[in-house]
């Protein structure tokens, strides 16, 4: 695992986002709001939490306190929780920018829900955890917006490499 490569799935991760936003913006407000009974429910609430996940997990990548939880409920309007979103993204990629293979190498402890006592794990792989998670909640979000008669896409990384012209040249 190297810089490089976080670098990379984080252009995507946040590439096939800004993907989904576009969708969204093209729906409704009723629509963005509008409960859906799987998972984090309505699409305000999804993309709420990949903020608020996104956040969490890199206050522990940052060294600092976790931020408070955000409810979907104080975000009324598709343009509040965009607002947050691209605040959050300048954010975490400007510290992905600027990460170096220490942090990688880096034990932080975490205390999961599921576990009685904090977790020991690598940078690396919070990383790779806040984009994998991601890749499912856009699987999600995805057959949400197909529903609602909105615009979906590939979301593979291969298919990413291969539009942005990243793979191997021949």
Same mark, same amino acid.
């Given at each position: 695992?190297?810089?490089?490569?976080?670098?990379?799935?984080?252009?995507?991760?946040?590439?096939?986002?800004?993907?989904?936003?576009?969708?969204?913006?093209?729906?409704?407000?009723?629509?963005?709001?509008?409960?859906?009974?799987?998972?984090?429910?309505?699409?305000?609430?999804?993309?709420?939490?990949?903020?608020?996940?996104?956040?969490?997990?890199?206050?522990?990548?940052?060294?600092?306190?976790?931020?408070?939880?955000?409810?979907?409920?104080?975000?009324?309007?598709?343009?509040?929780?965009?607002?947050?979103?691209?605040?959050?993204?300048? !954010?975490?990629?400007?510290?992905?920018?600027?990460?170096?293979?220490? &942090? %990688? $190498?880096?034990?932080?402890?975490?205390? @999961? +829900?599921?576990?009685?006592?904090?977790?020991?794990?690598?940078?690396?792989?919070?990383?790779? !955890?806040?984009?994998?998670?991601?890749?499912?909640?856009?699987?999600? &979000? %995805? $057959?949400?917006?197909?529903?609602?008669? @909105? +615009?979906?896409?590939?979301?593979?990384?291969?298919?990413?490499?291969?539009?942005?012209?990243?793979?191997?040249?021949?």
């Amino acid at each position: 695992m190297d810089v490089e490569i976080i670098h990379t799935i984080y252009d995507y991760h946040y590439q096939r986002l800004r993907e989904i936003w576009a969708s969204i913006m093209q729906l409704s407000e009723e629509q963005f709001v509008q409960d859906v009974p799987y998972s984090m429910g309505s699409l305000r609430n999804h993309m709420v939490h990949l903020v608020d996940d996104d956040l969490s997990w890199f206050s522990l990548l940052e060294g600092k306190d976790r931020p408070q939880h955000m409810a979907p409920e104080y975000f009324a309007t598709r343009a509040e929780v965009r607002h947050k979103y691209d605040s959050t993204e300048a !954010h975490i990629l400007d510290f992905v920018r600027n990460i170096d293979e220490a &942090i %990688l $190498r880096k034990e932080f402890a975490w205390h @999961a +829900p599921v576990a009685s006592t904090p977790q020991r794990v690598m940078g690396w792989q919070v990383f790779l !955890h806040v984009v994998n998670h991601g890749t499912d909640h856009r699987g999600q &979000i %995805l $057959r949400i917006l197909h529903d609602f008669g @909105a +615009p979906s896409f590939d979301q593979d990384l291969m298919g990413y490499w291969v539009q942005t012209g990243k793979t191997v040249a021949q």
